[in-house]
């Protein structure tokens, strides 16, 4: 059995610094000692007491490094933790606990799915820690991607291991480093995210509000319609960008800040991250104006925009694109598992195990022609070792089997097929909106039963998480020492 006092020390730090975080929501409150304000106050006390409380629970002398299995415990439980602490505002505002967790969560894991309606008269501090839960739960994603995950090799990410031995790809020499290079990016960009807002039109708090979530990939909106509630082309476009500029490596864009800007562009695959959405985009605005009559530059800047959202898994909206026909409904359904690149804050399948995927194939097929030839599978000029090309298959089929599972469980609760389908698979993908009427680009996740939300919650968590982070923690072998 894994050691604790490491873990207890680390999550302590976790909520006593996530408790610092509910006090921002305090400076749109209108009062601080009733409504929301008070709520904000009491749970940032009790979220900073159980904080403490941890850190007193163990006590060491000297400083610790901590084990990969203390790193898969530590990282399930924040991210199961956590939102429970966040959903306590939620709470005291009027949802039910449920309804909080749910919306924790999927904040958290910069889902997107929402329960809460009427976002329009809502309150400022709510609104702003909605958005504030996501920019959090952006930032802990990617350093989850780049330091975390090739740590405990789960999914194939052991392929981007920071700590290569290869010196010239070690981007900083300490993971304290690469923490403060993404900290600073991520802040700059949604500083900037944030003043092409203003700039294009939104009021300051609509553009803090809305330039965390863009940037995390969340999608949280303080409006019902989402981006259509601004009718403004010019912000689709930069919303697009900055959309995609979450779902980049930030490796990429830190070996860009320190001056290696060919790198950040012949990386593999950030080019074909860009040339898939540029190929959909034009396939899917092209078929709507020709079929639909719809003049191709608006054709063109709705595709873009939700193509865009749907793949970095954000899941802002302009419109409904279920009523663009048959062909964009299915597209958008295969999209939802597509996802970003690795090391950003978008979820999904990813764009590498596609790539690595298919250099696979390619491999097989030379094999059966030719038994006796070597064919290595390469990328980024360096060779894929089976157990990299193990990882990513492996997580394949368990996605694919909670997928099936997932919905099977919405089913038997009395979603509908398309509900249950289309919510599942959004919940692993972290993607947001499902398909449908009811939880759809214009519906909402409200008026399902309280039993699918638990179901849905736990999968986004298990998603974002990468399935094994969690699954390796029901087996006999981890908890033995």
């Known amino acids: 059995m894994p050691t604790l006092t490491p873990v207890f020390r680390v999550l302590g730090g976790l909520l006593i610094a ?7 929501p305090l400076l749109v409150a209108p009062t601080l000692l009733t409504g929301s304000g008070a709520d904000f106050i009491l749970s940032a006390l009790a979220t900073a007491f159980c904080g403490l409380t941890l850190i007193a629970l163990s006590p060491t002398k000297r400083s610790f490094e901590l084990t990969r299995k203390q790193g898969f415990l530590i990282t399930a439980l924040a991210w199961t933790i956590l939102p429970a602490f966040g959903a306590m505002p939620l709470v005291g505002y009027g949802l039910s606990v449920t309804d909080g967790y749910f919306e924790a969560v999927s904040a958290m894991t910069t889902t997107g799915s929402t329960v809460m309606t009427g976002l329009d008269a809502a309150e400022a501090p709510i609104l702003l820690w909605r958005s504030l839960m996501q920019g959090i739960g952006g930032v802990g994603v990617i350093v989850l991607g780049i330091i975390m995950m090739p740590f405990l090799r789960v999914g194939g990410m052991q392929l981007f291991h920071t700590e290569s031995s290869d010196t010239s790809e070690k981007i900083v020499a ?5 923490s403060i290079w993404i900290f600073g990016i991520y802040i700059f960009l949604t500083l900037l995210c944030a003043g092409i807002y203003r700039l294009l039109g939104m009021t300051w708090f609509d553009a803090i509000a809305h330039a965390m979530p863009t940037i995390s990939t969340g999608g949280f909106s303080t409006h019902d319609a989402s981006f259509g509630y601004f009718d403004s082309p010019a912000m689709l476009w930069a919303a697009a960008i900055f959309m995609i500029a979450g779902a980049l490596p930030f490796v990429a864009f830190i070996r860009a800040a320190r001056g290696k800007v060919r790198a950040m562009l012949t990386d593999i695959q950030l080019r074909g991250f860009l040339s898939f959405l540029l190929i959909v985009t034009l396939l899917v605005a ?3 104006s020709v079929r639909s009559d719809v003049p191709f530059g608006e054709a063109l800047t709705h595709a873009a925009f939700n193509i865009v959202s ?8 302009s419109e409904d694109y279920q009523l663009w026909g048959p062909f964009a409904v299915g597209v958008f359904f295969i999209l939802t598992f597509v996802g970003g690149c690795s090391g950003s804050t978008a979820g999904g399948v990813k764009i590498y195990r596609f790539q690595i995927l298919g250099r696979i194939a390619v491999a097989h097929l030379s094999r059966i022609v030719s038994p006796n030839r070597v064919s290595p599978v390469l990328y980024h000029e360096r060779r894929v070792e089976d157990d990299v090309a193990f990882s990513i298959l492996a997580f394949l089929v368990v996605m694919l089997f909670a997928v099936i599972a997932s919905t099977f469980l919405l089913s038997w609760f009395g979603c509908d097929l398309v509900t ?9 993908a972290n993607v947001g909106p499902g398909l449908g009427d009811v939880i759809g680009p214009a519906g909402n996740f409200s008026s399902l039963p309280d039993a699918a939300k638990w179901v849905l919650a736990f999968m986004m968590i298990l998603g974002r998480l990468e399935f094994f982070t969690i699954l390796v923690l029901l087996t006999p072998a981890y908890w033995r020492s």
């Open 174 to 178: 300490k993971a304290f480093d690469l």
């Open 420 to 428: 249950a389908l289309t919510g599942s698979a959004q919940a692993f």
């Open 310 to 317: 749907v793949v970095t898994t954000t899941g802002f909206a």
């Open 18 to 24: 996530f408790a610092a975080f509910m006090l921002a």
């Open 286 to 288: 092209v078929t709507r």
